[in-house]
């Protein structure tokens, strides 16, 4: 099975950006679809951004699309979310998930494999 650990997040002013990683160990990242969720406190976790094993097709909650750019390297068995204009609404833990599945899964229970998180925090 494959590990998964999310790295970059920070505190940052409205309008900055951040990127994230998430690096896999233990198999292949282009065995998976890989996804970010977030959640914000208080709040339900979210589907962020998905990305399928080859990396030709992606798919973007509303909430940041335009805003936010999910991409892999699978020759570096990394994944990023390069997030841009960020706003206090943003403000989250950030997850990576990963699935075997040619599709992009847009809820947490069809994830099969997690990472710890990281905090991303938003000043205005």
């Known amino acids: 099975q494959v590990q998964l650990r999310e790295s970059g997040g920070g505190l940052v002013q409205a309008g900055e950006s951040l990127r994230l990683s998430c690096a896999g160990s233990?198999?292949?990242?282009?065995?998976?679809?890989m996804g970010w969720f977030r959640q914000g406190p208080g709040k339900e976790h979210e589907f962020v951004a998905g990305?399928?094993?080859?990396?030709?097709?992606?798919y973007y909650a509303d909430s940041v699309k335009g805003r936010f750019t999910i991409s892999r390297d699978n020759a570096k068995n990394i994944m990023y979310l390069q997030m841009n204009s960020l706003k206090p609404e943003d403000t989250a833990v950030y997850s990576c998930?990963?699935?075997?599945?040619?599709?992009?899964?847009?809820?947490?229970?069809?994830?099969?494999?997690w990472g710890q998180g990281t905090q991303v925090t938003v000043s205005s």
């Open positions: 998930a990963a699935k075997s599945t040619f599709r992009i899964p847009k809820t947490r229970a069809e994830y099969a494999y």
């Open positions: 233990g198999r292949a990242l282009d065995s998976y679809t």
């Open positions: 990305i399928l094993m080859s990396g030709d097709s992606t």
